[in-house]
T-cell receptor, first 112, second 114 residues
Framework: IAGITQAPTSQILAAGRRMTLRCTQD?????MYWYRQDLGLGLRLIHY???????GKGEVPDGYSVSRANTDDFPLTLASAVPSQTSVYFC???????????FGPGTRLTVL | AQSVTQLGSHVSVSEGALVLLRCNYS??????LFWYVQYPNQGLQLLLK??????LVKGINGFEAEFKKSETSFHLTKPSAHMSDAAEYFC????????????FGRGTSLIVHP
């Protein structure tokens, strides 16, 4: 059982390029989340999805988009990357919104 | 709106000493409360959670936390620190009702000295 996986593990990206971070879970969880983690700022929610077919904006959604076409996958897209999007990105899932979250190993993204 | 405040970005203790990591929240409705731990270069893992019922919650690795509604607090404690407890700890809140959007504190780095 893999749980929740993220790809790539790390990436260096030129500013202005488009990038999609992948997230897949095999636990059949309804809810999925994307966070960014920056030193001193903790985890900030970018987007979330309470169930397949629905998405919502978190605290810092600007410059990011998501889709939830099925239960397992929740990709995060940066349409035109900027240096301020340099961060570690974590995907998480939970059975429902009030249950504990299971986190992926993270993607370290550097935008130059 | 809800918010989470973790007092102290860094807490330093000696091995064997009491660990106390503070978490205060604001929520207009009864919350669901969580503590997560993050070891270097890893994702977060659940330590313990409070949903309903007993206000003293026991988690993994000897940690426990007490939900105090009157103080809007959910402090994390461990009687005796171990070197392996050195990590980043996050408190999180989810409001009951509504869209169930989670809010995380900024984290507290626990440093354990031999």
């Amino acid at each position: 059982i893999a749980g929740i996986t993220q790809a790539p593990t790390s990436q260096i990206l030129a500013a202005g390029r488009r990038m999609t971070l992948r997230c897949t879970q095999d636990m059949r969880h309804n809810a999925m989340y994307w966070y960014r983690q920056d030193l001193g700022l903790g985890l900030r929610l970018i987007h979330y999805s309470n169930t397949a077919g629905t998405t919502g904006k978190g605290e810092v959604p600007d410059g990011y988009s998501v889709s939830r076409a099925n239960t397992d996958d929740f990709p995060l897209t940066l349409a035109s990357a900027v240096p301020s999007q340099t961060s570690v990105y974590f995907c998480a899932s939970s059975v429902t919104g009030v249950n504990e979250q299971f986190f992926g190993p993270g993607t370290r993204l550097t935008v130059l | 709106a809800q918010s989470v405040t973790q007092l102290g970005s860094h807490v330093s203790v000696s091995e064997g000493a009491l660990v106390l990591l503070r978490c205060n929240y604001s929520s207009s409705v009864p919350p669901y409360l969580f503590w997560y731990v993050q070891y270097p270069n890893q994702g977060l893992q659940l330590l313990l959670k409070y949903t309903t019922g007993a206000t003293l919650v026991k988690g993994i690795n000897g940690f426990e936390a007490e939900f105090k509604k009157s103080e809007t607090s959910f402090h994390l404690t461990k009687p005796s620190a171990h070197m392996s407890d050195a990590a980043e700890y996050f408190c999180a809140v989810v409001r009951s009702g509504g869209s169930y959007i989670p809010t995380f504190g900024r984290g507290t780095s626990l440093i354990v000295h031999p």
